[in-house]
């Protein structure tokens, strides 16, 4: 594989505003998209060990279903925030997509597939277990299988799209053409790291989840103790695996002594101390933050490198500018989905802290972000069809 022919692979339309942006956002939605990947993935399998101990224990006949109940929220999530890295990587790195969704058709086909079947069965795993039904801990290890399984397809597909040099072996190996869309590639050590993350992400959040109740009347000390005993050991054992198992990855890339790989373990370093002492949780997600934009840093500057000594440079990218557009995307992303999200969490802050139920028309500020979102949606909508029509017209007369 030659320049010449990812060159040939771009889109001729260009980019519609400086690759840099997009370069920029895709290192954001990827590290938000990860977040609530690996917090389902920590809270699914917590909760099936929940399952297994039923009702013998009291912590635990409180925990599992907050458990439940917080990894069918973050599924929900990762599938909206998955869409936006994607889309990034397709703007700018339109070979890798593209190529990748070629030799790994059939992977791609049953991925799509592969998520509706896990997350429905999540919810049966979810109403089961509420219901006490009989085997609900059998349905949530089938369900949990299943969105494992969509992870790994995942990260074949990643894997797959930085291997540019081997792209014409996986199409025609011995010279054979193969259309088949089975191309698989795993780097088990990356795989690795990526889900030992769930570990220490699950114990920062039951820290959190200890410190969010501990204002609460109607949760016992010793709860809140216990759960939050539980997120220090995940938090202080998760962080030391994925430590090592971040280190054995960068020896293996030979990206050890880059300044974004030291600054990666430097801030796990920190997040360790934080999480073990856990003073306060809170400052502790801030950093955890930090460090998950460092490690999507990291995982796009190796591909930018990849594709950099081929000849592929998203900065050589044809640019047309539409300001039109941009400005319509930056409304949505800032304006709306602010002060739409604000509302949400205000919402969901509130209604945890208070004992009993929560009336939202009687808080000022839920009342205002919930009519400020309201109002700006429908002008959003307005504006929206109003510019395609006038688009559509300008187009065909």
Not at 23 to 43: K, M, R
Request: include cysteine; aromatic fraction near 16%; proline fraction near 3%.
């Amino acid at each position: 594989m030659d320049a010449s022919v990812l060159l040939a692979l771009r889109d001729p339309a260009g980019v519609p505003f400086y690759p840099i942006v997009f370069q920029v956002l895709y290192i954001l939605t990827w590290a938000l998209h990860a977040a609530f990947v690996l917090l389902s993935l920590g809270a699914m399998g917590l909760s099936l060990y929940g399952s297994a101990k039923g009702n013998q224990d009291k912590h635990w006949s409180i925990l599992t279903p907050h458990l439940i109940q917080t990894g069918k929220i973050s599924v929900s999530i990762l599938i909206v925030l998955g869409v936006a890295p994607l889309l990034f990587t397709q703007v700018i790195y339109d070979p890798n997509w593209y190529v990748t969704n070629t030799l790994s058709g059939m992977w791609i086909f049953i991925f799509v597939y592969t998520m509706i079947v896990g997350y429905c069965m999540y919810y049966w795993y979810y109403y089961a277990h509420k219901a006490q039904r009989t085997g609900h801990s059998l349905i949530g290890f089938v369900s949990f299988g299943i969105l494992v399984f969509a992870g790994i397809l995942m990260h074949s597909f990643a894997v797959t799209s930085i291997m540019p040099h081997d792209w014409m072996n996986m199409y025609a190996p011995n010279g054979i053409v193969n259309t088949s869309g089975w191309t698989f590639n795993m780097d088990i050590i990356r795989l690795a790291f990526m889900v030992s993350l769930s570990i220490p992400i699950v114990g920062i959040f039951l820290q959190n989840y200890s410190r969010f109740l501990s204002t609460r009347k109607d949760f016992d000390a010793s709860f809140i103790s216990y759960s939050a005993k539980l997120g220090t050991n995940f938090a202080v054992v998760g962080l030391l695996i994925s430590a090592v198992l971040f280190v054995l990855w960068m020896l293996q890339i030979k990206y050890l002594f880059h300044p974004v790989s030291i600054a990666t373990i430097i801030g796990v370093l920190v997040l360790l101390a934080m999480a073990k002492t856990n003073r306060n949780s809170y400052y502790t997600t801030l950093v955890l933050v930090v460090v998950a934009l460092l490690i999507s840093t990291m995982r796009e500057l190796i591909r930018f490198d990849i594709m950099s000594a081929l000849g592929y440079s998203i900065y050589d990218y044809p640019m047309n500018l539409e300001i039109p557009s941009i400005v319509m995307f930056l409304s949505t992303f800032l304006i709306m989905g602010f002060v739409g999200v604000a509302y949400l969490l205000t919402m969901a802050w509130k209604v945890g802290k208070r004992e009993g139920v929560f009336d939202g028309s009687k808080d000022v500020v839920v009342t205002k972000l919930g009519q400020a979102t309201l109002y700006i949606m429908i002008a959003w909508m307005a504006i929206y069809f109003a510019w395609g029509i006038v688009t559509l017209f300008k187009n065909i007369l």
